[in-house]
Nanobody, 118 residues
Framework: QVQLKESGGGLVQAGGSLRLSCAVS????????MGWFRQAPGKQRGLVAS???????NYQDSVKGRFTVSRDNAKNTVYLQMNNLSPEDTAVYCC????????????WGQGTQVTVSS
């Protein structure tokens, strides 16, 4: 198990941008696949973006072209750059370590709230 600490959320107007960070404790971060998830009120948590240890990325269709996931292995940190935000992006965003089939395997951190006003 690792510790996950998300930050960078906030309140932003539609069309604005935010950059989320996820600091991951422990060793061997560089070999871990990581994912960003979000959960809106009344909805299930879902994967929005992922990045493999080799840097290959994948995105949910609704965020393609607007969100960019990246990682800094020297800092044990994964990022989510979110541009052109819309009210539909309002949610609590969390990161997690992914297994070989893209499922989260670690305990969840507190997440960071993103609220987009219209």
């Amino acid at each position: 198990q690792v510790q996950l600490k998300e930050s960078g959320g906030g309140l932003v107007q539609a069309g604005g941008s935010l950059r989320l960070s996820c600091a991951v404790s422990g060793s061997r971060f560089s070999i871990k696949a990581m994912g960003w998830f979000r959960q809106a009120p009344g909805k299930q948590r879902g994967l929005v973006a992922s990045i493999t240890s080799g840097g290959r990325t994948n995105y949910q269709d609704s965020v393609k072209g607007r969100f960019t996931v990246s990682r800094d292995n020297a800092k044990n940190t994964v990022y989510l750059q979110m541009n052109n935000l819309s009210p539909e992006d309002t949610a609590v965003y969390c990161c997690n370590v992914l297994n070989s089939v893209g499922a989260p395997i670690n305990s969840w951190g507190q997440g960071t709230q993103v609220t987009v006003s219209s």
